[in-house]
């Protein structure tokens, strides 16, 4: 099993709002990343989990707060976001942190916030 | 000057053609590449991965790397429509201490036409 599943594949919200978003992976991977991605533009990580610790936080807004509850899941809580966060959000696993491991990203989560 | 740089396209090609995408690179300390095809509002899928200089293979895809001009290139033997997707070129390099940190090109449209 090579897949990367991520749920919901929609989401609409109000910035008043608390949802989250939930990436799961079998491949036995110790490394989960999530990216934001813009139209047209290339994925921004936005964190990295490894060993469910976090690894790498590329200075998010407080209003993304990422979690890893155990090896397979990765989440990413959101609360009070703003229309400018409205993006297709990715997640990615890899087998380890060492730049030859290679990333496989899920479908993604295209979120609207209004 | 971004790290990582690849024209956005949109390149348009018929069907059955050799296509050739290109990134160029500045930062010497890269030593991972790769290249991923996103179909629209889908997730990055990976396509190839090399290490270091050279060439790799895999059906109608071609990848080489030459690290002496910083530069990397993804041939596509006889264009098929379902080609159709962009193409993001991805790199990465052990100075980012934590690791697992991709540097992504801006990635480059492609239509194959019928």
């Known amino acids: 099993d090579t897949e990367v599943t991520q749920t919901p594949k929609h989401l609409v919200m109000g910035m008043t709002n608390k949802k989250s978003l939930k990436c799961e992976q079998h491949m036995g991977h110790r490394a989960m990343y999530w990216y934001k991605q813009k139209a047209k533009k290339p994925p921004e990580l936005m964190f990295v989990y490894s060993y469910e610790k976090l690894s790498i936080n590329e200075s998010v807004p407080s209003r993304f707060s990422p979690e890893c509850p155990n090896s397979s899941l990765l989440n990413l809580h959101l609360h009070a976001l703003q229309p400018e966060d409205s993006a297709l959000y990715l997640c990615?696993?890899?087998?380890?942190?060492?730049?030859?491991?290679?990333?496989?990203f899920g479908p993604g989560t295209r979120l609207t916030v209004l | 000057q971004k790290e990582v740089e690849q024209d956005p396209g949109p390149l348009s090609v018929p069907e059955g053609a050799i296509v050739s995408l290109n990134c160029t690179y500045s930062n010497s300390a890269f030593q991972y590449f790769m290249w991923y095809r996103q179909y629209s509002r889908k997730g990055p899928e990976l396509l190839m991965y090399?290490?270091?200089?050279g060439n790799k293979e895999d059906g109608r895809f071609t990848a080489q790397v030459d690290k002496s001009s910083k530069y990397i290139s993804l041939f596509i033997r006889d264009s098929q429509p379902s080609d159709s997707a962009t193409y993001l070129c991805?790199?990465?390099?052990?100075?980012?201490?934590?690791?697992?940190?991709?540097?992504f090109g801006q990635g480059t449209e492609l239509s194959v036409k019928p």
């Open positions: 991805a790199m990465s390099a052990k100075i980012y201490n934590q690791g697992g940190k991709l540097i």
């Open positions: 990615a696993s890899s087998q380890g942190l060492a730049t030859h491991n290679e990333q496989f």
């Open positions: 090399t290490y270091s200089s």
